[in-house]
């Protein structure tokens, strides 16, 4: 872990302030479907809020190291409800979500090297809100959620490097909301629902329905979830719930316990990971972040806050557990 850390330091001198908005950390951007350098900073970003009235913030955070979060630009439209996000290497991005009282079909992406307002990349076959989604380093697969108060089992999907509407995946097992989504860099997983239990996969680079994955230990709808490259983790939920489960990813079955976040989340506002380290907001009432190590199980501890508080944002990493 020491070298780790240690690689994260090097090649950093170039680093512009956190105020310095629309200009680049001067970190290397590397082409789609590459691995990020060693010496690259991995960030994980929020988009939107609701405490007490929907956001437009973007900010982010350094995974590596604890800290409180800094601004990073503004979505294209304020919402929340937008748990869904996603993305490679180099590209972040965001789907969907509610305006109040709107849903949207609206696709925003991002730069994550370099802050900065988002900018439109195309439409969701549906207006919808409560989705999830997960990546490989080129692909990135939304599960609608909710279109007009109904359940959905759609799956849709963008090519992450080419702006542009979704593009129809296939159907999840299951028609329910909110759920999380993950990935390492050959499956996608669903789970959490108000009222199901159901996790489901699918295998990221190919087209086609999901299949059964397992059960999380009871009905829990919004959770948040990250992963590393083998292993994704389930935080929180919208019952006040302070629990934390895992699966290997690449093994079908149940959950198991990870261990507990500090505090209850409820409507949690997303998480993601540099494979090693994992980072979640809290959500509704605080703007909390917390962190765990996603290898070993545990309670989470804390990492500090976002530049908002409220729950129902969107989260991705430039170093998550979808990227190869």
């Known amino acids: 872990m020491k070298d780790f850390y240690e690689l994260y330091n090097t090649g950093k001198s170039t680093k512009k ?6 200009k680049s950390f001067g970190y290397q951007v590397l082409g789609f479907g590459s691995v990020l350098d060693a010496g690259a900073a991995v960030r994980a970003v929020w988009g939107g809020a609701f405490q ?7 900010d982010f955070v350094e995974i590596a190291t604890a800290g409180n979060a800094s601004d990073f630009g503004d979505l294209t439209v304020a919402r ?16 969907g979500g509610n305006s109040d009282p709107t849903r949207l079909d609206v696709i925003d992406y991002i730069t994550i090297a370099t ?27 939304h599960a609608l959620g909710d279109v007009s108060d109904t359940a959905v089992n759609t799956l ?3 090519t992450i490097a080419n702006t542009g509407n979704t593009t129809d995946f296939g159907d999840r097992t299951v028609a329910k909301y909110p759920p999380a989504g993950t990935s390492s860099n050959t499956r996608t997983i669903y789970a959490g629902s108000a009222s199901s239990d159901v996790i489901d996969y699918i295998t990221t680079a190919s087209t086609g329905n999901a299949t059964d994955f397992g059960n999380l230990s009871a009905n829990r709808g919004a959770p948040s979830a990250c992963s590393s490259s083998t292993r994704g ?28 976040l500090t505090q209850q989340a409820n409507d949690t506002s997303g998480a993601s990971s540099n494979k090693i380290r ?6 509704q009432g605080t703007n909390a972040i917390e962190f765990i190590t996603i290898a070993t199980t545990g309670n989470a501890q804390d ?22």
């Open 17 to 22: 302030p956190y105020n310095s908005r629309g």
């Open 52 to 58: 007490p009235s929907k956001s437009n913030v973007i």
């Open 80 to 95: 929340f409800r937008n748990s869904s996000s996603a993305a490679s290497s180099t590209r972040g991005i965001f789907f």
């Open 115 to 141: 802050e900065g307002n988002a900018t439109d990349f195309g439409n969701t076959s549906s207006v919808s809100q409560h989705g999830g989604a997960g990546n490989n380093d080129t692909r990135a697969v």
């Open 156 to 158: 849709e999907y963008v």
């Open 233 to 260: 983790v389930f935080m929180g939920g919208n019952d006040n719930t302070n629990i934390m489960e895992y699966v290997t990813i690449a093994n079908v079955g149940n959950v198991t316990d990870f261990g507990d």
């Open 278 to 283: 994992g980072v979640m907001a809290i959500g």
């Open 303 to 324: 990492f500090g806050d976002r530049t908002v508080s409220g729950g129902f944002a969107g989260c991705h990493s430039n170093g998550n557990g979808g990227l190869s």
